[in-house]
């Protein structure tokens, strides 16, 4: 009983974690004669730091006659109010809110508790019931604490004040990314960053604030601003889960101005059912409108119409050159360890860019400051584990995380003659150490290690391994200027041997490095001007690896295709501009500028004819550090919100990327051994642009949210490869390669339930996407220089995801998965020639695979919700693909047995059921 | 397609499907347009040598569409023109080339006239010489299967190529296999169409053994383009499998080697990746081949197929049956037990068999039991057949 009143007590009084500003306790001493109250506040606010809140009316009846020695405020405030029929909250230090009445219900009677048939476990950790809860709620007024920020002997007049705030997990000390602070009067939030920040101008002044968090309690407070300065604030893990936001950051992006933002939250991707049990980030981000992938277990996404190889994947800063584990099955990326997943599609900030459709941002986990925290999983494929340390209570913590495939067991009981000879695994780890040395000051590393292999029945193996480390700084000048810079290195490398003819066997090892240095300061000018400056240098190193001869039989003379360096920089400014409350601008520029370097033997071909050996004029030999070649580009990016009304709101924007380089794939999906190419002397860089709109309403009664996002988008120089394409067989890509037209455009609506038991969302995408390859001359053409579809053109997209959470402990979900077929060149005649049928395969993706539809359920059961326990796990009960349907990958045609037959592969035609088990430390609750 | 089964496998772990690849029927939608197809690859030293015209046809329906009254000529790059008129068979346009107009290096064009009168010619091919098969040689090889317990036997056929500096890099290899095979029974006992008993004194054995030729539709091209020398050992030719009567009695196998230039070698090449190779899981585009016929007044306008230009070289190889092969499997003729009263108007063979008790009975016989040619082949011996 007494831990549940003590619960009762902090809940009210909503004492979470005020840090700043505490002083020593103040003792009030004097003579208080014939003083209105007002009078009486005025007099002690000028002798002591103390603040009241109150409401004239409440007090207007009250005198005061006091004489009072060394006495603590809630002892005057007891002596005070007495007699009257007022009562107040105190928050230390020196905060008073007077309250009207003294009924107020603070604790609910015992008897209220021992008649509920609780089981005794829960009894003594019992939470209130959403009755019990409304009805204390209903008979209090919103209980608020104040926080003080800055002094007023700091304030400038007639400025406004930067605060920055750093929003916490009271519980673990975790910083909390994509927390909002809400100013209802003002219709104004802002959301904290990875690092757990946000930033934000006031007038000063006492405000009603609302602070926000996935799966935290909403807390209301005041606000009083008095200068620049900072406030750390902790938040309390909610108790009744069924209200959890599933969206995360809508809130926020209600508010600002980014067409095409998602977000992912980690709570769907635990809900949701997936394949072999392997949550998978990636798979969820396909749920979205405007992201698809060619297929079924295909590596590579399409993003609004564009390339696999026009995204950009960070992890903690680090680019993922092969962002999936088992050629895309699953991806490279420990889901367990996520805390925040964002993709920009539409509006891409200016930091970002060297990618033509999309950024997806991935912030892990920063790790518990007060505890030790463990979580890790179970699955048919691969188990994981992490691990978070405190190395400095509430500053630093060390997080080392692991996964690991263990599927060669499977194999080895296989049919297949080929497969019981093979093996495939694959792992990754992460190891990231935060410290917030101050308010001031945070510093954080990250190291990334991920790695393939596949032997496929001793003729093909195949590897291949992503590496990166960052190191992050940032520093605040003042509330309002931060600074932040980070080096990055990366690397991503694969090896393949191909021994299936011993003549013709051969290895190839490849390596792409990336070295980066990236520095922005942001600066909130005020309340209605942020500024971010900055500059990004990337030093590309490809070795492009030997084609070697394998084994002592091979003929194969080795090949040498290479190396490459290149220089990227990059510098950026942008702006945003509120004017008034209704309207926010934002305006950006970012200079991209590639260099490729020597040394480098580069090819010169006569003017106006095919980059063919026949046509080559002689060569150049460029040395160590000589500039080949240049390029330039400027990026506009541009952006309008305009908020029509309380809850809706449209925004336009236009964005223009650049990509310096791309890759070489004559797949349909990306394979493991597909190379990174910079741009060079031949091929020049490909260029997007885009212009979105985006109406977005929001319908609190219901809790949904609808959105609507028009785009077009046009690329130019993208990157195709001519039919037969060897990357291979000579150093000189641009034999292979041609360049052309690509043009999407799209329509896509989301309608989203992110609170209730039951929540999710759907969504509708009606999306075109197709390339142009017609040259001036025909060696430049490609499908005769007609348009053809894009590989991954799928018009009809529609995506669901419906969660119901019967109880705290079981809850069940459900996606629903359709797309138009993806188009597929088809015979268009069959042709003999020496007597056997072939077909004539003219016109090119032409023709469209059926379409795709799948259903998921999958079926979550929590361990028992014991407060006090070591440790707490569910089980995960998952159907992929419950309607049992065979979808098509692709259709493919042989010519055989003297006639032409046509296939259809589908990766899954069963339903696949699968069960994993995951743990964490500590109860439900813990995080 | 090895990628297909390892993902297969592992998402299944086993047995829970038996294959993820299966017959598709598209639905055709746009209208179907016929190509002109002129395709033949001469090796003028050779005698007479063929160039086939056609239309493509339907996916629907695939079949051969001969295009007849064409003009249709090889030119050298002399000028001089060599007729090939149509043949008995439709669409099959015959000539020989003169044995002095034969000259290894010498470039060669066909000059084709539609009916329609459109003119299309080809590029210039260089008549490339072609060395002599190094060796034409199997291998005993074991194959296992989806069951574990269980493993195929056959024969692994491979070709060693050897040539110098002198000899080009790109070749084609056609396979033309000969098998000799036997009927279960000879011509003994039948009932004729009209109810007529016949039984021979003499069992008739002329339909017993037949000989069986085909040329293999697998497209086998091989490329020594950036090896160390002009040489490749082992080169993969197909493999046959016991428990058929193919390695039982005598096999031979005829392998023709053409030179090829690069160009030749990628239509080939292209040829044999959008029919003959199953997508794997990363998909690939398969492409519109170019050949090397064009309308001489449209550019824009390709022939489908390609004029070849090659000298020939060949080889034969005779396998004797072999040991390790088994062929128990091999013969599945079951003479039928008689049960009632037989028909009286049909012709019916009868043939002496055993029962699972190994207890002789007769029964009756299907045709394909007794002609051995009603199975495709002929009973005319090759006339290299007695050779070792």
């Known amino acids: ?927 | 397609m090895k990628t297909i089964k390892l993902i297969i496998g592992i998402l299944f772990a086993g047995g829970l499907i038996t294959s993820c690849i299966e017959r598709y029927f598209p639905g055709y939608e746009s209208e179907f347009i016929p190509q002109l197809v002129i395709e033949g690859t001469i090796s003028p030293d050779e005698g007479e040598q063929e160039i086939v015209i056609s239309n493509s046809s339907s996916p629907d329906d695939p079949k051969f569409i001969a295009v007849s009254g064409c003009g249709v000529q090889v030119e050298d790059e002399k000028g001089n023109q060599f007729n090939f008129p149509e043949s008995t068979v439709a669409g099959h346009y015959r000539g020989r080339i003169d044995g002095d107009k034969v000259i290894i290096g010498t470039h060669y064009r066909l000059l084709v006239q539609t009916p329609e009168g459109k003119q299309y010619a080809s590029s210039y091919e260089e008549l490339l010489p072609c060395p002599p098969i190094d060796s034409l040689y199997f291998d005993l090889e074991t194959k296992l299967t989806s069951d574990p317990n269980k493993n195929l036997n056959g024969l692994q056929f491979y070709i060693d190529f050897k040539g110098n500096d002198s000899y080009g890099h790109y070749y084609r290899l056609e396979a033309i296999e000969t098998y000799e095979y036997h009927s279960k029974w000879p011509l003994d006992k039948w009932q004729d169409r009209w109810g007529g008993r016949h039984n021979l004194e003499e069992p008739d054995f002329s339909n017993f053994i037949c000989y069986k030729t085909t040329k293999l539709r697998n497209i086998f091209d091989l490329s020594t383009d950036g090896f160390s020398k002009n040489s490749y050992s082992n080169y993969r030719l197909h493999f046959v499998k016991d428990q058929t009567q193919q390695l039982q009695y005598k096999y031979s196998l005829l392998v023709n080697q053409y030179s090829l230039d690069k160009k030749a070698f990628n239509y080939w090449e292209n040829l044999r990746k959008n029919n003959q190779e199953t997508v794997d899981l990363f998909g690939k585009q398969p492409s519109w081949i170019k050949g090397n016929i064009y309308n001489v007044n449209d550019t824009t306008d390709f022939a489908l197929g390609y004029f070849g230009v090659s000298t020939v070289q060949s080889k034969r190889i005779m396998v004797h049956p072999f040991e390790g092969l088994s062929f128990d499997k091999a013969q599945d003729c079951k003479a039928y037990p008689i049960s009632g009263k037989l028909p009286t108007m049909q012709l019916l063979y009868f043939a002496n068999d055993l029962d699972e008790n190994f207890e002789p009975y007769e029964g009756i016989a299907a045709a394909e039991c007794i002609f051995c040619q009603l199975l495709g082949g002929t009973t005319q011996k090759p006339s290299y057949w007695d050779e070792k």
Do not use: C
């Open chain 1, 1 to 927: 009983m007494k831990l549940l009143a003590s619960y009762i007590v902090v809940f009210f009084f909503f004492l979470t974690g005020l840090t700043a500003q505490q002083k020593e306790e103040i003792k009030i001493t004097g003579s208080y004669q014939n003083l209105t109250f007002p009078e009486f506040v005025g007099k002690l606010e000028s002798q002591y730091p103390v603040h009241f809140y109150f409401e004239e009316k409440w007090v207007a009846s009250l005198a005061v006659n006091l004489e009072v020695q060394q006495l603590s405020i809630p002892e005057l405030m007891e002596k005070l109010l007495l007699p009257t029929s007022l009562d107040y909250i105190y928050q230390a230090p020196g905060t008073i809110i007077i309250l009207p009445d003294k009924k107020f219900v603070r604790q609910l009677p015992e008897y209220f508790l021992t008649k509920d048939g609780l089981d005794s476990t829960q009894n003594r950790t019992r939470n209130l019931t959403g009755m019990e809860q409304k009805y204390l709620h209903g008979r209090q007024p919103d209980m608020i604490q104040t926080i003080v920020v800055g002094s007023r002997e700091k304030s400038r007049k007639g400025k406004m004040a930067v605060i920055t705030g750093k929003l916490t997990d009271e519980e673990t000390g975790e910083l909390l990314t994509g927390a909002t602070m809400y100013v209802p009067k003002l219709q104004k939030g802002a959301a904290t960053d990875a690092t757990g920040f946000f930033t934000m101008a006031l007038n000063p002044g006492i405000y009603a604030v609302e602070f926000q968090y996935l799966g935290m309690n909403r807390l209301k407070g005041n606000l009083d601003v008095r200068s620049d300065g900072y406030f750390t604030l902790s938040l309390k893990k909610q108790f009744q889960q069924i209200d959890e936001v599933l969206i995360q950051g809508q809130k926020s992006e209600k508010h600002g101005a980014k067409p095409g933002l998602e977000n992912v939250s980690v709570k769907t991707m635990k809900e949701l059912p997936s394949l072999m049990g392997e949550k998978d980030v990636m798979k969820v981000a396909q749920m979205l409108p405007g992201i698809v992938s060619v297929g079924e277990g295909s590596a590579g996404i399409n993003v609004r119409g564009g390339n696999a190889d026009q995204n950009l994947f960070y992890i903690n800063e680090i680019p993922i050159y092969n962002s999936s584990h088992l050629f895309g099955f699953f991806s490279a990326i420990n889901s367990s360890i996520i805390e925040n997943f964002s993709i920009f599609k539409g509006q891409v900030p200016v930091e970002y860019g060297g990618r033509l459709s999309s950024v997806f941002n991935i912030e892990t986990r920063k790790g518990h400051k007060n505890n030790v925290f463990s979580q890790g999983g179970i699955s048919p494929v691969s188990a994981n584990a992490e691990i978070e340390l405190p190395l400095v209570k509430n500053k630093a913590s060390l997080v080392v995380s692991g996964r690991s495939s263990y599927s060669d067991y499977i194999l080895k009981r296989l049919k297949d003659p080929d497969l019981r000879n093979s093996q495939a695994s694959f792992y990754d780890f992460t190891g990231s150490l935060d410290y917030n040395i101050n308010q001031k000051n945070q510093i954080t590393l990250f190291a990334y290690n991920s790695n393939d292999n596949f032997n496929l029945n001793g003729y093909t193996q195949y590897g291949y391994g992503n590496k990166g480390a960052s190191v992050n700084y940032i520093h605040r000048f003042t509330p309002g200027l931060k600074l932040s810079a980070s080096a990055i290195g990366s690397n991503y490398n694969f090896e393949t041997t191909d021994k299936r003819s011993a003549s013709e066997a051969y290895t190839h090892g490849y390596e792409l490095n990336h070295y980066e240095f990236r520095s922005s300061l942001s600066w909130l000018i005020n309340e209605h001007h942020t500024v971010k400056v900055g500059t990004e240098d990337i030093f590309y190193h490809l070795k492009r690896g030997i084609v070697k001869p394998f084994g002592l039989g091979s003929f194969k003379t080795p090949v040498d295709l290479g190396e490459e360096n290149g220089l990227e920089s990059s510098l950026f400014l942008d702006d945003n501009v509120s004017l008034g409350s209704r309207v926010d601008i934002y305006a950006g520029l970012r200079y991209s500028l590639f260099t490729a370097l020597g040394p480098k033997t580069v090819r010169n071909y006569a003017p106006g004819t095919a980059f063919d050996e026949i046509n080559i004029t002689g060569t150049h030999d460029y040395l160590k550090g000589d500039r080949i070649t240049t390029y330039k580009n400027p990026e506009f990016r541009a952006g309008l919100g305009i908020k029509v009304g309380q809850n809706n709101s449209v925004k336009l924007s236009m964005t223009q990327m650049t990509q310096y380089l791309f890759m070489l794939s004559n797949s349909i999906s990306i394979a493991p051994n597909d190379q990174w190419k910079l741009v060079d002397s031949h091929i020049t860089p490909p260029t997007t642009i885009q212009y979105s709109a985006g109406y977005y309403q929001e319908i609190p009664k219901l809790g949904l949210s609808a959105s609507s996002e028009l785009y077009y988008k046009q690329g130019k120089h993208i990157v195709e490869y001519r039919d037969g394409a060897d990357f291979l067989g000579s150093p000189y890509v641009e034999t292979a390669v041609l360049q052309g037209t690509q043009q999407a455009y799209g329509a896509e609506f989301m309608l989203s339930k992110s609170t209730g038991k039951f929540n999710g969302w759907t969504s509708y995408t009606y999306s075109r996407s197709s390339m142009t390859v017609n040259g001036k001359e025909d060696w430049a053409d490609i499908n005769k220089g007609k348009k053809y579809p894009s590989n991954f053109d799928k018009p009809h997209v529609l995506n669901m995801i419906l969660n119901y959470q019967f109880t705290r402990r079981f809850s069940i979900s459900s996606n629903v998965a359709y797309s138009t077929g993806r188009p597929i060149t088809i015979p268009k005649g069959i042709y003999y020639v020496n007597g056997d049928p072939f077909v004539d395969y003219s016109a090119r993706n032409e023709y469209r695979i059926p379409d795709y539809l799948r259903v998921d359920m999958s079926m979550k059961i929590e361990g028992n919700l014991r407060k006090a326990k070591l440790m707490h796990s569910y089980w995960t009960i998952s159907v992929y693909n419950l309607l049992g349907k065979s979808n098509a990958n692709s259709i493919f045609f042989l010519s055989e047995e003297g006639g032409v037959h046509g296939y259809k592969y589908s990766v899954i035609g069963v339903p696949i059921l699968t069960i994993s088990w995951n743990w964490k430390l500590g109860n439900y609750e813990n995080n």
